[in-house]
């Protein structure tokens, strides 16, 4: 039991420090000379909006016998820019929604290995991309902000 406490207790204390950088992160400086930013506009010409999910997403990597690490991952969605409101109405939903996708990704091994190569970094956003828009068909797509993985010790 002592030996699976201490790597339990260190990854426990990642994730609560990644959660304390995210909540305490600064907010951006105001553009300067008082001017609001435009907004983007996709290949289509409509202004886009941008919205970050309210939390990150912590997706276990489950081995045999015990966990073998985490995986964080922070993701935003572009959307036309009146759609900002249905949007984070249907937060709780999506976040649901991307949890069983990641979930799904890293029981397929998609977290394994070189997890960061264009291969499956694509079939994932893809993945996430075509649940988002079942939910919510204006969503154009889904950015993956942040993502990290911590393996568990093997001590």
């Known amino acids: 039991m002592g030996r699976l406490s201490i790597p339990l207790l260190a990854l426990l204390g990642l994730v ?12 951006p400086p105001p553009p300067e000379g008082g001017k609001e930013p435009r907004p983007l506009r996709a290949s289509h010409g409509a202004p ?4 970050a999910m309210e939390s990150h997403f912590v997706v276990p990597l489950l081995g045999p016998e015990r966990t073998r ?13 009146g ?9 709780p939903r999506l ?4 949890l069983r996708v990641l979930f799904d990704h890293a029981n397929s091994g ?13 079939n994932l956003r893809a993945a996430l991309r075509e649940t988002a828009q079942s ?21």
């Open 16 to 27: 609560a420090g990644a959660a304390a950088g995210v909540a305490l992160k600064p907010a």
């Open 48 to 51: 886009s909006a941008f919205h």
């Open 69 to 81: 690490g985490l995986v964080m991952l922070s993701l935003g969605l572009e959307v036309p820019d």
């Open 83 to 91: 759609e900002l409101a249905t949007l984070r109405a249907l937060e």
């Open 95 to 98: 976040r649901d929604a991307f």
């Open 110 to 122: 998609g977290f394994d290995g070189r997890f960061t190569s264009s291969g499956q970094i694509d």
């Open 135 to 155: 939910m919510l068909p204006d969503i154009r797509e889904v950015l993956i902000v942040d993502m990290i993985r911590q393996d568990a010790s093997t001590n």
